[in-house]
């Protein structure tokens, strides 16, 4: 499978496809948008077609000029023309900076360790995976693993933001299916809706993320 990458970081260890920026140390917030290429915004722009018309024999008529196509509207990204996808006039953005509101609220200490991050398909989906600071040992393992709050968005209608406690470290196509596999398996999950109130579940999604952990 495709690892349908576009842009993004890793903190220490190279992503088996060899194409993100790997950092020696955890990155601030402001450079870790940049770096994971989610420094730009949606904007909503209108949507045209062109009508056909037919004469009193059903043959169409020279092409008319365009319309408005009513309850419809186009999701573009601000930094080029790039087009994510047409959605219905009822559909919210989340905004790339909310991504990020949501996992700083959630994994809740000082200096969040951002561990990757970056954009899959085009700008269509987002992810940005943070480490937490609780390691657990698994039964006959000595070592510590460390498990991650992961949260993920989509700008092409396909899905809504949701914040995940995982075991999976997100760098590409694949390992972003692992983790949506793991997490729903686990139920550590909490969805987001597009709407207009995104942050104001956020008190919920930390009580069941960590009755999760």
């Not at 917030?29 to 059903?58: K, N, Q, Y």
């Not at 909310?98 to 085009?122: H, S």
């Not at 992961?150 to 692992?178: E, F, K, L, Q, Y």
């Not at 983790?179 to 008190?203: A, P």
């Amino acid at each position: 499978m495709s690892d349908f990458f576009d842009i993004g970081f890793s903190v220490r260890e190279a992503s088996w496809h060899g194409k993100a920026t790997v950092l020696g140390d955890y990155p601030g917030r402001e450079e870790a948008m940049r770096l994971a290429g989610h420094d730009f915004r949606v904007i909503e722009v209108p949507v045209f077609t062109r009508p056909t018309l037919l004469d009193r024999s059903g043959f169409p008529l020279p092409p008319s000029s365009l319309a408005p196509l009513e309850g419809w509207k186009a999701l573009q990204k601000d930094t080029d023309d790039v087009v994510l996808n047409v959605v219905r006039d009822s559909y919210t953005v989340v905004q790339n900076d909310v991504l990020w509101d949501i996992v700083d609220a959630v994994v809740d200490q000082p200096n969040v360790k951002y561990e990757t991050a970056g954009v899959l398909r085009d700008g269509a989906v987002l992810w940005v995976l943070a480490r937490l600071d609780e390691p657990v040992t698994i039964t006959g393992d000595v070592t510590q693993t460390y498990p991650y709050i992961a949260c993920s968005t989509t700008h092409d209608g396909t899905g809504a933001c949701t914040a995940r406690n995982t075991s999976v470290r997100v760098i590409c196509w694949n390992t972003h299916s692992m983790m949506e596999d793991e997490t729903f398996r686990t139920g550590r999950e909490f969805t987001f809706r597009h709407t207009l109130h995104v942050l104001d579940r956020i008190e919920e999604a930390k009580t069941l993320l960590r009755g999760t952990r």
